[in-house]
């Protein structure tokens, strides 16, 4: 009998992609190391279950190759040959040192905040309630204050943001291509009007009569011109007196 040899997360990261915004679209994932959006979905600085009796059971370790939850120290033993990540927290929300996260993650575009002398940003989307008073700009996709020189707010919001850009690519790529077909088409019926135009103005012209050419008859009639007149002769005259 065959045994299933599936991984037992693979319904797991199905569910984050979709969650995530990724939508579960290949070439939106592929946009994506696939570690990032599992992390993203994973509720970290929970009590582990296999450590529960450790006082270093909180669970704020990743591993980007398992990609299998969060990890407590005391797990990392199984996880030695793997890469890892160090979650931290920044008033009750998940955040990543930028130091760490760069080496193997674009975050162009996210802004970063200085917490505890280490610049962070955070995972997800955090939500403000009312914006910033002389605000300009904000995160793409959850509104939030931002610097002028950032998009977004999170590493989560980013993702969002950039598969939004990329469906509107898409689409003005759709529409261009609609409006170059359209256009062919356009002047194909106006070439074929024009052609039914001129085939039309010559079957008109066609059954026109046209003015019959002068007969010889005719011809003769209108040329002719009076002959020399002939006289009597001279003997033929009489004289009375």
Known sequence: MAIDQESPFKELNLKNRRVMGGGGRPEEDNRWPPWLQPM????FFVQCKLHADSHKSECNMYCLDCTGGALCSLCL?????????????????DVIRVSEIQKILD?????????????????????????????TNNCEVCERSLLDSFRFCSLGCKIVGTA???????????????KAMAGGSDSEESYASSS??????????????????????????GKRRKGIPHRAPLGSLSLEF
């Not at 993203?40 to 509720?43: A, F, V």
């Not at 939004?164 to 609609?178: A, G």
């Open 40 to 43: 993203l979905s994973t509720k």
């Open 77 to 93: 033993t199984h996880h030695r040959d793997h890469r890892t990540i160090q979650i931290r927290r920044s008033s009750y929300h």
């Open 107 to 135: 975050i162009a575009g996210v802004q970063t905040y200085i917490i505890n002398s280490a610049r962070v940003v955070f995972l997800n989307e955090r939500p403000q309630p009312r914006p910033g008073k002389g605000v």
């Open 164 to 178: 939004n850009d990329h469906s509107r690519k898409q689409r003005k790529k759709k529409s261009t291509k609609k």
């Open 196 to 221: 039914r135009g001129s085939e039309s103005s010559n079957v008109t012209q066609s059954f026109t009569p046209s003015t019959p050419p002068p007969s010889a008859v005719s011809y003769r009639s």
